[in-house]
């Protein structure tokens, strides 16, 4: 196993984070730091996927803390695929944020870029986890190199939202999360993740309720309702920074660090046993409430936050479910969220950049001015909705499949239901963009970077309807 390529992989954004630091009066230096480390961590991970075979250990240890311990990375499928979104979506993300914050004239680009990158090595260190510590660790790193891109503009408003966001995500890690994983480093001797769990012989059925509950209330990243209020707040951020936070690294953070303990601590067939339909109502409450509040909307990015909040939830009903079929769809709803929500946050970046526009009602007319930016804005929309021949589709079909067959009829009901509202808070955005009059349509499109960067993550919506075998052969390989 090429052990080398996936450390590269995971080094090379905290490599690039400091390099950036170092050449702070480099500017031009910077723009190529961002272009190129990018393209070697995908390079790295394609490198390392060529070689991948579940049959063969791939862990990394690179610190023991206490007995056997430490600091550890490994590849299993549900890693390899979150951490090809990463990869797939850093080289997108760093040349549209640099056309972004150039091109709006924004300050502290250095500092911008640093604390970027190190997000990405993060989410890479979270995806390829070996054990409960090494996630927790990259967890809260996450959080703490995403807090100043939240707070970047240092108004008022920004700071008051880097204070919610910093005491969420930290306060509920802390007193949640991390005695989880005490409880369980003290239950059974170990943190590693392993297939099928590793409480099945240590704790009751009470005992492991609370511990999901904990880490539930824990990982506040997946913005499940109630605790969602800082991800709303968060978007006085440049848009750059609401596409890292909804599409590539954060919210994907947290619905991946639930769907990983879920299947390689507690273990699918424990919690069926145990029983969570708590956790099913949960999800579903969160999937119909922020979809109604997203109508409500008049700030785009709002209703942006607010839809991802929904389609988050998609994942985490997946997961609670507790079935392979509806697993597989989470998973698949993870890839499919990521490349659509990064397109639609782009759009409306890009309709900033180009008009300064940001309120849904001025947006009347303006598909006739950046008829590119609104047709792939349109494109993303219908794979958010779930309609072919698109990749949204495809795991929303398998999320409602594994709720049919595990009999979780409410489920079902919920699914198709938010969907509904989903089209009801998206398509009235394209009517307003496409056939209503607009006022002042001489700005013309966005920056072609910009469009280039949405038309992307949009053509592999389309292909992955399509040529979506390899994903799902490597996911049930864990079912």
């Known amino acids: 196993m090429n052990s080398g390529a996936l450390l590269l992989c ?99 680009t250095t500092h911008f870029f640093a604390c970027y990158s190190l997000a990405i090595g993060s989410a890479l260190g979270i995806a390829f986890a070996d054990n409960l510590l090494t996630l927790f660790i990259f967890y809260e790193i996450l959080t703490f190199s995403t807090y100043p891109l939240v707070i970047h503009s240092r108004s008022a408003e920004a700071l008051k939202a880097g204070w919610l966001y910093l005491l969420t995500l930290v306060g509920t890690a802390t007193l949640f999360l991390l005695t989880a994983i005490i409880w369980i480093g003290y239950s059974t001797g170990t943190l590693d993740f392993e297939k099928g769990g590793i409480l099945q012989n240590y704790m009751g059925a009470t005992e492991i309720t609370v511990l999901l509950l904990l880490v539930v209330l824990g990982t506040t990243k997946a913005a499940i309702m109630p605790l969602h209020h800082w991800l709303p707040s968060a978007m006085v951020a440049p848009v750059p920074v609401s596409a890292l936070l909804h599409a590539v690294a954060v919210v994907k953070a947290g619905v991946f660090t639930i769907m990983k303990i879920a299947v390689y601590t507690f273990g699918i067939d424990t919690l069926r046993e145990v029983g969570a339909d708590w956790f099913v109502y949960l999800a579903s409450f969160t999937i119909v409430a922020a979809s109604i509040v997203a109508i409500r909307q008049v700030q785009l990015k709002k209703l942006l936050a607010y839809s991802t909040i929904s389609q988050l939830s998609y994942i985490v009903l997946g997961v609670a479910i507790l079935h392979p079929v509806a697993l597989l769809g989470a998973v698949l709803h993870i890839v499919a969220h990521g490349f659509a929500k990064i397109t639609l946050f782009f759009g409306a970046g890009a309709i900033y950049t180009a008009s300064g526009l940001s309120r849904i009602r001025e947006l009347d ?88 960067a949405m038309l992307v993550p949009v053509l592999i919506c389309v292909l992955l309807f399509f040529f979506n075998d390899k994903i799902i052969a490597l996911v049930r390989g864990i079912l």
């Open 10 to 108: 995971i080094a090379t954004p905290f490599a690039a984070s400091l390099l950036i630091v170092l050449n702070h009066k480099r500017p031009q230096l910077i723009n190529v730091i961002n272009t190129v480390a990018p393209f070697i961590s995908l390079l790295a991970l394609i490198l390392f996927m060529t070689a991948y075979s579940p049959m063969v250990d791939s862990e990394i240890t690179l610190l023991n803390i206490v007995g056997n311990i430490g600091i550890a990375f490994s590849a299993e499928p549900l890693a390899l695929i979150f951490a090809g979104l990463v990869c797939v979506l850093w080289p997108l993300s760093s040349l549209y944020a640099m056309s972004y914050m150039y091109g709006n004239k924004l300050k502290r």
């Open 365 to 452: 007319g303006i598909g006739r001015a950046m008829p590119w930016t609104m047709g792939l804005f349109t494109i993303a929309s219908l794979s958010i909705i779930g309609m072919p021949p698109l990749i949204g589709l495809t795991s929303k079909w398998f999320l409602l499949e594994g709720a049919v067959a595990a009999n979780a009829y409410f489920a079902v009901v919920v699914l198709v239901l938010g969907s509904i509202l989903s089209a009801a808070y998206l398509l009235p955005i394209i009517h307003r963009a496409f056939f209503r009059p607009g006022k002042d349509l001489s700005h013309g499109e966005a920056p072609l970077v910009m469009r280039v």
